[in-house]
């Protein structure tokens, strides 16, 4: 029997033989190798299940060495029941050939050496040998992909849970390929279809499409609501919101709700904003209407205003100046009881005069019909001029009036009339609500920095309960409201005054304490005008020394600076103890006394000086706030001046000095001028025409504007006082004739009882050099045309 094996004796045989078992050798060699180096497990088992061969791999997956597993059965790499169960598939398998993993490969369960289980997948393969028939697995752990499968799988299941426990449907859809995921939820509220394009008309489907484009082309998110019509034929409002999903494809995410109930709301708020609309516009309508009628009103109010201040100011000036005239005894003397009975009658009247100004001017502000003038207005002349107002109830209560150091020059923007009317009403409340004997200051401060200016008006006076001081401010508010009222007043006063303020954007407080006195302050915004200085012109003086008996250091000073700037060389002394002495060693000009002095009055002094041969020459100037003018003169002082001081009083005072003919005006002297007085009331024309001519002046009397013009041109006056609101031709036009008729010289004073805001600018521009509002004080006017007249004689 032959064989095929080659002979060992031949040689090359054998030579042959060896190399044939290096090559298998070297075979063997690299294809343990390979199986070394692959992940997968790989095991070869004989069809009992005998495990012949195992690579590296499977101490990775199993836990066992290769060593361990050879001749092991392979059931130890598997869990209950495969284990059991593998003998019995070998043994079907060599029966029937029927194979459920050899040639397909499965998922399976492996049996770690620790006893743990994992997937892994198994393929099979069966090869013939001389041995018989082997398998060959290879074994891949899948415990990775089978959590990442779990994972996955967790994900979607939270993810449709989410989706589904929302009101929303989700959509996922290709705006190109039309490819859609839609949620259960989303086919759901698209009434069973899967698409919108069969619910909504062509319009709404276009206005979605044209978001969705928007959306792919700029990344604008789609928000549209579309009117849908459900196959049930119901009509829903569907709210779809999306974003492109930006991966190059023209993906689009998002979700679909329903929001019929918000826009029915929507809608409903719509009608209701239209309806709104409609009836605003209505209101408008009625509104503007109302408006017009309110002008209309209101005009009608301003008109009675002007009537009201012109009906009710006249007759009042009649009173006012027939008081006036009978009191200086014009009409015969008074005995003492008239002149008190007529002091009542001009109380009361002006009482009523200023009531009747404070209600109009209320009116005005409250009507917001308060304009204020912005004009240079000189602050030391201002106070001086609010002073020279309360003074004489000051001296009259003995209250002693005090006043900072103010600029001469100091000139601020502001509305002089009105300032003045919230300085003076301040100032008579704290000479009102002051007991005799008391004091009141007037603070200026000039604040440059902040372009405003503070002024306080400071007493010790009453004073004013805590709880009462907001109070005081509202109309007809006082303080001692009750039955048992001591103190006259209106109580419009601080209501004026607040209100002025707050017009002028300023600030007013008021600090009080009851039984000591109160303090005012107000700051008002103002531009400091050019102050340009004034020219001061000063009449010659013959005075080179002066003597101040003063006690009060203030004054004192402020005395011996208005005469430093005269070149007046001035020695002060506190009482006139050493005051003889002083003027025996150094014979000054002049005296300048006090009279309330500690050691004595100073009328006792001048009596004494009177005695003393050797000084009695020298003449004395009574500085005080005693107004005692005739006392004054009957003690021999040469001039009376009441504090507080101004410059403008020394001046005075000191012309008067050196030019005893300096006087102020000449009521004895032959009537040199004549005046047109262009009057229709009876009253005014008695006062006014009865008190002028017996100071010394001529008058002509015109009842009608024509008659004044006719008496202007045929007397030429010298001057004209025109009533503006007169029969036939008023006084406007009456003025405009005058000026046209030649007369462009002639002064002319509109005198009117309109005092309404723009009267001052009319009777200006008709031709007027001057505007006195009535009732006029006889004396005011008296120095207003003696003014004129003799600055047109200097001139
Ligand atoms: P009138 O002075 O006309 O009563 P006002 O409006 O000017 O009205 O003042 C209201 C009230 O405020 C006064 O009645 C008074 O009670 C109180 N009052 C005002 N100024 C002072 C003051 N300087 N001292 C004390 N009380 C004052």
Request: aromatic share 4%; net charge negative; with cysteine.
């Amino acid at each position: 029997m032959s064989t095929s094996r080659p002979d060992t004796n031949d040689p090359s045989a054998r030579a042959e033989v060896h190399e044939l078992r290096a090559e298998i050798r070297a075979n063997e060699v690299r294809h343990q190798a390979i199986l070394d180096t692959i992940v997968d497990a790989v095991i070869t088992i004989d069809p009992e299940g005998t495990i012949l061969f195992a690579n590296v791999a499977v101490e990775r997956l199993f836990g066992y060495t290769p060593e361990e597993l050879l001749g092991a059965n392979v059931r130890i790499l598997m869990p209950e029941p495969d284990r059991s169960a593998h003998d019995g598939y070998l043994k079907k398998y060599r029966e029937t050939h029927v194979a459920k993993i050899i040639g397909i490969g499965r998922r399976v369960v492996g049996l770690r050496k620790d006893g743990s289980t994992f997937p892994l997948h198994l393929a099979v393969s069966e090869a013939k040998t001389k041995r018989g028939l082997l398998y060959t697995g290879i074994l891949r752990d899948l415990s990775e992909e089978v959590r990442a499968e779990q994972e996955l799988h967790a994900t979607k299941e939270r993810l449709e849970l989410a989706v589904s426990g929302t009101a929303e449907g989700i959509f996922d859809w290709n705006r190109v390929t039309g490819e859609r995921y839609l949620s259960a939820r989303a086919i759901e509220l698209m009434g069973g279809k899967e698409g919108i394009a069969d619910l909504v008309d062509e319009a709404e489907y276009a206005k979605f499409l044209a978001a969705a484009d928007q959306c792919l082309v700029n990344g604008t998110p789609i928000d549209v609501r579309v009117r849908a019509t459900l196959p049930t034929n119901e009509v829903r409002w569907l709210r779809i919101r999306g974003t492109g999903v930006g991966d190059g494809s023209a993906r689009i995410v998002g979700s679909i709700g329903d929001v019929t109930t918000e826009q029915s709301a929507l809608q409903a708020l719509e009608e209701m904003a239209s309806t709104l609309a409609e009836r605003v516009q209505e209101r408008t309508r009625e509104l503007s209407l109302a408006n017009e009628e309110l002008e209309r009103a209101s005009s009608a109010k301003d008109e009675f205003l002007a009537n009201m201040s012109h009906e009710l100011r006249t007759p009042l000036n009649a009173i006012l100046g027939l008081g006036e005239a009978l009191m200086e005894g014009i009409y015969g003397p008074l005995n003492a009881e008239q002149q008190r009975t007529l002091k009542t009658v001009e109380e009361s009247a002006r009482h009523l005069l200023a009531l009747i100004n404070d209600i109009l001017d209320l009116a005005k502000i409250n009507a917001g019909r308060l304009e204020l003038d912005s004009e240079p207005v000189n602050v030391f002349d201002l106070c001086a001029s609010c002073l020279s107002y309360i003074r004489p109830e000051a001296i009259h209560k003995k209250i002693y009036l005090s006043v900072s150091e103010v600029d001469r020059d100091l000139v601020v923007q502001s509305d002089a009339r009105r300032l003045k009317q919230i300085l003076i009403n301040l100032l008579s409340n704290a000479v009102k609500f002051t007991p005799v004997g008391g004091r009141i200051s007037l603070t200026v401060w000039p604040k440059p920095d902040a372009d405003e200016i503070e002024f306080q008006v400071e007493d010790t006076g009453i004073g004013i309960p805590e709880d009462k001081l907001a109070e005081i401010f509202l109309p007809f508010r006082q303080v001692d409201s009750g039955h048992s009222r001591q103190y006259e007043g209106t109580g419009l006063g601080l209501a004026l005054v607040s209100r002025l303020v707050e017009a002028f954007g300023g600030s007013l407080r008021v600090h009080s304490n009851l039984g000591t006195g109160s303090k005012f302050t107000i700051v008002l915004p103002c531009v400091d005008g050019v102050a340009e200085p004034e020219e001061v012109l000063l009449a010659p003086t013959n005075v080179r020394k002066a003597l101040i008996i003063e006690d009060s250091k203030p004054d004192a000073d402020r005395l011996q600076r208005f005469l430093k700037e005269r070149n007046i060389e001035s020695v002060i002394l506190r009482t006139t103890e050493t005051a003889l002495d002083v003027l025996r060693s150094d014979r000054p000009d002049v005296i300048l006394l006090d009279l309330l002095l500690p050691n004595e009055s100073g009328w006792r002094f001048i009596e004494r000086l009177r005695d003393d041969p050797e000084v009695c020459d020298i003449p004395v100037i009574v500085v005080s706030v005693v107004d005692e003018q005739p006392q004054s003169a009957r003690q021999g002082a040469a001039i009376h001046i009441t504090k507080p001081i101004t410059r403008e009083d020394i001046e005075r005072a000191l012309a008067r000095l050196s030019n005893p003919e300096v006087k102020e005006t000449a009521p004895d002297s032959p009537p040199k001028h004549t005046i047109l007085l262009a009057e229709d009331n009876e009253a005014n024309i008695l006062t006014i025409g009865d008190y002028l001519r017996r100071h010394g002046l001529r008058i002509l009397v015109a009842r009608t504007g024509v008659e004044a013009v006719d008496l202007a041109h045929s007397e030429k006056p010298d001057l004209i006082l025109m009533d503006m609101q007169m029969p036939q031709m008023d006084g406007f036009e009456a003025i405009k004739r005058i000026r046209a008729g030649g007369q462009s010289e002639v002064p002319i004073f509109a005198l009117t009882a309109l005092a309404m805001r723009g009267d001052r600018e009319r009777c200006l521009s008709a031709g007027a050099n001057d505007y006195i509002p009535k009732p006029v004080r006889l004396k005011d006017l008296l120095t207003a045309i003696d003014e004129r007249l003799n600055g047109r004689e200097r001139v």
